[in-house]
């Protein structure tokens, strides 16, 4: 670790991994080499959610002033939103200065001294977008292999895949409740099923035993009468304007999903293989990727910080404050593999998807109040992709550092972001959090007391300038 850099003349006492230096092209794409107070960005880097940033001033001043923010005991770097993207993961893990790469193979990295010290967070959406859904979960199980500490939180995508796999029918039965879920991927799960066909289904009698391409897509999409029965199922359990979100959006994918899958080359026949072969592979006890959902947890507690993918409602923060976060796994693993339905539409699976739209389930005030009475002042998550590195957001009263900084190279593509992504959260147990990023030219060090100090003259030039908080 090297110390690092100047802000406005006021030295930041943190320091940047060893990725720096005439290093081979396979090792990293191009990461910050120095570091600056996480308000340099300005907007790129902090605001409030109504745009007051004097509300997120006042919660830092407040946090910082009571000293109740309390670090880890062990280095934490966190990782989200890889997307399938093995390439992007190990640049990541380079940029934490958790791992040294050995050699230009996707899987030659072994552990520095940090590493071996560190907690590794993956943050969830380890699936859909594409290329390498499979290669990136055996870049994780190398980590894992190498005795790292690990730890897999859930995303929206990742969850939507189990219950999509789960939900393909066998032919006999027809539940209205959960045949849609298949469907609800939509075209992102096209490359996972491109990459099970290719690594598992060559061969002439790859398709031998499977029924013909109409039953297959009878099968795979739900019942003609579900656009009827499902507003009447969901009646009891989604408000009306969500039901109807609902409806467009498996209509809308209704017609992209399988033309999709043509132009990947893919027929329903192989995509209802190759939905089978996924299933071995994952919920198979002796299935590679087996331990994947079995390690995935719904969030991670440690000091002031609260690990999810998303964010909280109310009936979360309830089950928090009353039990803690060992309880919000434990029912997350009860409902991983129980009823599809109850799981994706309840509080947990908000957890994993929250915006804090209108039609997410909402955190009022006093949900807010109860997260900071179960000793949690800052969430830090991915889910919302950000173009210009990782930024802190006042949400619904709460601290949000908001890590997905859209690494994976499709969303790349589709953002205009040039090069490949790598990202990492660094929260340290000497007190600050580190953002390294290749797409903001420094790495953003939050420090309590000095980013507060650098908060108030960012506001204050802003007042005497006639630049508004709003």
């Known amino acids: 670790m090297t110390k690092t850099t100047t802000h406005q003349n006021a030295e930041i006492d943190v320091a940047l991994p060893h990725y720096k230096g005439p290093w081979p092209s396979w ?14 960005g300005g907007d790129k880097s902090f605001g409030e959610e109504n745009g007051d940033r004097k509300l997120l001033l006042g919660e830092l001043d407040r946090l910082t002033k009571r000293k109740l923010w309390t670090w880890p005991k062990r280095p934490i770097l966190f990782f989200s939103d890889m997307h399938a993207d093995r390439k992007a993961f190990v640049a990541s893990l380079v940029a934490s200065g958790g791992v040294r790469r050995t050699g230009p193979g996707a899987m030659n990295f072994r552990l520095t001294k940090l590493g071996r010290q560190a907690t590794f967070i993956i943050g969830g959406d380890c699936f859909d977008k594409g290329p390498h859904n499979l290669k990136l979960l055996r870049a994780i199980r190398r980590l894992i292999e190498l005795d790292a500490r690990v730890r897999i939180l859930a995303g929206n995508h990742d969850v939507r895949n189990l219950l999509g796999m789960r939900a393909v029918s066998d032919g006999e039965t027809v539940d209205h409740r959960n045949d849609h879920f298949f469907l609800r991927l939509g075209p992102k799960v096209v490359p996972l099923l491109v990459e099970l066909r290719d690594s598992y289904m060559t061969g ?25 029965a499902f507003p009447k199922i969901a009646a009891d359990h989604l408000p009306a304007k969500q039901i109807d979100v609902e409806l467009k959006r498996i209509k809308k994918k209704m017609i992209s999903f399988e033309p999709a899958c043509a132009e990947a080359g893919l027929s329903m026949r192989q995509v209802y293989g190759a939905v089978l072969k996924w299933r071995e592979l994952f919920l198979e006890q002796d299935g590679e990727f087996y331990w994947f959902f079995k390690r995935m947890r719904l969030g991670y507690h440690v000091g002031s910080f609260m690990f999810v993918h998303a964010g909280f409602d109310d009936a979360m923060a309830d089950l928090l404050h009353a039990d803690g976060a060992k309880a919000l796994n434990r029912q997350f693993r009860d409902a991983l593999f129980g009823e599809p339905f109850d799981l994706y539409y309840g509080s947990i699976a908000n957890t994993v998807r929250t ?4 039609i997410d389930k909402s955190l009022s005030p006093d949900g807010a109040q109860k997260i900071h009475d179960s000793g949690i002042h800052a969430i830090i998550h991915g889910h919302r992709n950000l173009l210009n590195g990782q930024r802190i957001m006042l949400r619904r009263g709460l601290i949000n550092f908001e890590c997905d900084a859209t690494v994976d190279q ?13 990202a990492v959260t660094v929260v340290h147990p000497d ?6 990023s290749t797409d903001f030219p420094y790495a953003k060090a939050f420090e309590p007391k000095r980013t507060l100090t650098a908060l108030r003259t960012a506001l204050k030039l802003d007042d005497k300038s006639g630049k508004t908080n709003r």
């Open 355 to 358: 915006k804090y739209r209108s």
């Open 204 to 228: 002439r009698h790859a398709l031998d035993g499977l029924p013909d391409e109409d039953e297959c897509r009878r099968r795979l999409f739900p019942h003609p009468s579900w656009f009827d």
């Open 431 to 436: 007190g600050h959090i580190l953002a390294i």
């Open 410 to 422: 499709h969303s790349r593509h589709k953002e205009g972001l040039r090069g490949a992504g790598a």
């Open 27 to 40: 090792l990293y794409p191009e990461l910050p080499r120095e570091a600056r107070d996480w308000t340099f």
